[in-house]
């Protein structure tokens, strides 16, 4: 375990190293990242009727709480009404739900569309500047070259299918309720693992989008071995801020609802977890993606010489560290 930290602490200072004078640049392309990856639901927001339905469901529980203090309900309103106003507030009802329904499952697949088509495809772009910084100029429209480079429905195809594979994951802790704690405890590790295994596909198809979809995976699955470890104590230190913001924004808003008269304090700690830890984890994930970066260019020599990759593949001619063999770093994990 301390091979595994002296490995994550020296990738880590090696991208720091990469990233030096190249921030401004990383920091930009991450944010019209991420605010790419929000347009769906801002586009939805203003046109859905989800919100409508919402407000009338909670001006509904409050008339409903406020006739039951008064001593009348709202069904005793019901005797006032006809059998026809009855029938058509029900139906409105009925349908404000499916708009919801359908609102939120049109949201569901824009947001998936546009990660799958546009936003991860930036990211291969943003992974290439992480796997050229240390070794060659980069520029602003290398944020681009996933749809630039290489054959872009590769590139879908291969995230469709790191997408659908990373799914189990999900399941797996979604079974964790009904599972015993013995099965699903165990599960849930395998998911994590499972997760470690597909980190490389998208340096993959960053450092060649020549690669066919399929071999992507297999390519990922096999270059992780012995660099899982090492990449899960990367994101372990590079966390550790977003940790501390989590940690101090939860015991603020607590100590505001316990001491009731503090009421302004539980704001306060609302507002840390909601704005201030997502601020901490956009400036710090630079780092832990690029050390990954790094991570990825030694399990990529170590899977040329262990026969994982062929000679065909990752060859570029501009860049003699791809072309010879070598043992790279030392590696440690599982």
């Known amino acids: 375990m301390n091979d595994a930290f002296s490995a994550a602490w020296g990738y880590i200072s090696q991208a720091a190293s990469n990233l030096r004078g190249k921030k401004l640049l990383v920091y930009t392309a991450s944010l019209i990242i991420a605010i790419l ?8 927001f203003g046109i859905s009727k989800d919100t409508q339905y919402l407000r009338n469901s909670n001006s509904n529980s409050i008339t409903n709480y406020i006739d039951t203090r008064s001593g009348t309900t709202a069904t005793n309103d019901d005797g006032f009404k006809s059998e026809g106003q009855i029938l058509s507030e029900k139906l409105a009802r009925e349908r404000q739900r499916t708009q919801s329904i359908i609102a939120s499952s049109v949201i569901s697949l824009l947001n998936a569309g546009n990660e799958i088509l546009i936003v991860n495809i930036l990211y291969i772009g943003l992974f290439s500047i992480y796997l050229r910084a240390g070794r060659r100029d980069v520029s602003f429209k290398d944020l681009f070259s996933g749809f630039t480079n290489g054959s872009y429905i590769n590139k879908v195809l291969a995230i469709i299918l790191m997408v659908l594979v990373s799914a189990i994951p999900a399941l797996v802790i979604s079974l964790a309720g009904i599972l ?30 020549g690669i066919p979809f399929y071999r992507v995976l297999k390519i990922s699955w096999q270059a992780s071995s012995g660099y899982k470890l090492t990449m899960f104590v990367i994101n372990l230190i590079c966390n550790i801020p977003t940790f501390i913001c989590v940690v101090v924004s939860f015991f603020i808003t607590m100590n505001g609802i316990i001491n009731e008269d503090s009421v302004l304090i ?26 990954i970066a790094c991570a990825f260019e030694d399990a990529k020599l170590t899977a040329k010489n262990m026969g994982y990759i062929s000679a065909f593949e990752f060859y570029d001619p501009e860049d003699q560290i791809d072309n010879f063999d070598d043992s790279g770093m030392k590696t440690f994990g599982c």
């Open 266 to 291: 539980a704001l306060i700690g609302l507002l840390l977890s909601s704005l201030a830890t997502p601020i901490v984890q956009f400036f710090v994930r630079p780092f832990n993606d690029a050390a």
């Open 180 to 209: 015993g704690l013995f099965i699903a405890v165990p599960l849930a590790i395998a998911a994590i693992v499972l997760d470690y295994f597909l980190k490389f596909v998208m340096y993959i198809l960053a450092d060649d989008p």
């Open 37 to 44: 990856a929000m347009v769906p639901a801002l586009v939805m």
